[in-house]
Nanobody
């Protein structure tokens, strides 16, 4: 069993930056691909970024490509999401998720573990 706890959300002005962290429990973390998803008001949960088990491969939604960067530190059991040039449309609850596979998965149904979410609000 893996437990995920996100942190780092908050209120930021348009154009600003935030760094989200996701701390994982359990020794299997380094074997799992990880992802970040978000759910905006009145919207469905959507894929934001994913990273393979060893960090060698990353994948991004088109809407965040070149602005967001996902990374992981397996020694610290932590995955990060660096968000730059934030826009009001990035406002959402951001979720960290883990999947019991080595490769990135893009769909929420393919993930086995979820954090509680952290709110990101971008003001215009």
């Amino acid at each position: 069993q893996v437990q995920l706890v996100e942190s780092g959300g908050g209120l930021v002005q348009s154009g600003g930056s935030l760094r989200l962290s996701c701390a994982a429990s359990g020794r299997a973390f380094s074997s799992y691909a990880m992802g970040w998803f978000r759910q905006g008001p009145g919207k469905e949960r959507e894929f934001v970024a994913g990273i393979s088990y060893n960090g060698a491969v990353t994948n991004y939604a088109d809407s965040v490509k070149d602005r967001f960067t996902i990374s992981r530190d397996n020694a610290k059991n932590t995955v990060y999401l660096q968000m730059n040039s934030l826009k009001p449309e990035d406002t959402a609850v951001y979720y960290c998720a883990g999947t019991r596979t080595w490769a990135i998965r893009n769909y929420s149904r393919e993930y086995d573990y979820w954090g509680q979410g952290t709110q990101v609000t971008v003001s215009s």
